[in-house]
């Protein structure tokens, strides 16, 4: 099935993210910084600047910003566009300056990289390849055509040509290392963030069923007393009514509807999630109940309970707890997406530990990225053969990440692996050949309380009106 949050989250997509406050301050630091640098060369180092020059560049990020400032509100978010526009001029003006110090004889042209880093947390990657380029080349004219850095009395400041082009090969290497790591490592904690985010999402609609299912068996119990009544007065109006047979069907009819009523709230009722048979059950039927959305979509399941060695032979029984249910119906699709006809569900337990496996006879996990499975979205187990016959599958392992992170919040310890190697020769499907997903928690950390697990569910609360 189609995941409806992959339309929502999605790594790449970024819009509206930088404010324009944010870029208003980093100017403001960069005019001060500018400022201070000229200021200390001049007075200090008694360096001949054409000070005119460098201060109508200083200026123009002055007025930049001050048009910034009163045009917009300060609240602005800017697209994609406006942000590199923002950024061009920046590395801009910073080139003239140099231009005007002396180019890479400026120790301070390592600047050019901070545009660059800019746009690679906050915008696309074509964006950030196309400001990493122009920085280069900025870099490299100002590099062969500047103004000398001189003294007031004439002297020339000027470097080693063997040391003007390390100090070039450094910003180069500079500028694509910081952009493809700051690229590389927002990407990634932006994934995180809408991933946890689906996962969110996907465990509160999960506690939404559950709650809605208490809501039904209240609201059960509730109606069970007003058609008590209606069933009471329906049965005195066909005794009072014997000798009226044009009313008498109306009565009846009352007393039949009365009872159909009071079939459908009983069986609402025994759908309520409050039930203490819902909210702690046999583990063999919390797993039923995950598999039970995918047991008609092609795939035969096939079920498999069994103790280990020396445990004890009856089910344990465990929470039912929503993270678990969802956890386990999102293994239990993915291995159905990709069987050929056969998914296994092995559910093993001893005095200390459940262990819950499936297995599938599909293609099984690449092996490049077997080590990554459970990153969110990351492409798992897509061939084109799978892509032509579920062209609504994105596969983008956003499905595997939920299921792990809800399983591991509730004390499971996760593992992937593929049950052949991928390079030996399939046996065909029936035979377990395809991946192999195992959640293995320790007893008590899912387990029911002692009397529950001993063979009784204990008394059901009354609900109190």
Sequence with gaps: MANPTLGLFHPDRRVNWVRLRTLVM??????????????????????????????????????????????????????EVEVSMHLVFDM?????????????????????????????????????????????????????????????????LQKSDLFIFGFWAAIVLGVNFLAAFAQRVTSEIHAMSDALSATQMALEREQKLTDLGGVVAAAAHELGTPLATIKLVSTELLTDLADRPDLIEDAQLIGEQADRCRDILRSMGRAGKDDLQLKQSPVAAIVREAAEPHEDRGPTIHYDMVPFDGADARQPVIERRP??????????????????????????????????????????????????????????????????????????????FIAKTLLERSGAEMSFANARDPYEVSSGPGARTGAVV??????????????????GLGVNKPIEI
Excluded at 126 to 144: E, F, H, R
Aim: include cysteine.
């Design 323 to 400: 993270e678990i249910v969802h956890g386990l119906r999102n293994l239990i699709q993915n291995a159905v997406d990709f069987a050929k006809s056969s998914v296994w569900i092995d559910i093993l337990w001893s005095d200390t530990e459940i262990t819950f496996r499936v297995t599938d006879d599909g293609p099984g996990y690449p092996l490049q990225i077997l080590s990554r499975i459970g990153d969110p979205f990351v492409r798992l187990r897509r061939t084109q053969d799978v892509g032509l016959s579920r062209p609504e599958y994105e596969g983008m392992g956003l499905g595997l």
């Design 438 to 455: 195992q959640a293995k928690w320790p007893r008590a950390a899912i387990s029911a309380s002692s009397e529950a697990d001993s063979g």
């Design 92 to 156: 801009a003006q910073l080139s003239f300056l140099l231009f005007l110090t002396g180019g890479l004889d400026n120790p301070f042209a390592l600047l050019i990289m901070v545009p660059v880093t800019i746009s690679a947390t906050a915008l696309k990657l074509p964006t950030t390849v196309l400001l990493g380029a122009l920085a280069i080349l900025l870099v490299t004219l100002v590099t062969w055509v500047n103004v000398p850095l001189r003294t007031s009395s004439g002297e020339i």
């Design 26 to 79: 980093l100017r403001w630091i960069s005019v001060v910084g500018q400022s201070l640098a000229i200021l200390v060369a001049v007075q200090s180092f008694d360096i001949d600047l054409d000070l005119g020059l460098c201060i109508l560049a200083i200026a123009a990020s002055v007025v930049a910003n001050l048009f910034a400032i009163f045009l917009y509100p300060q609240n602005t978010r800017l697209s």
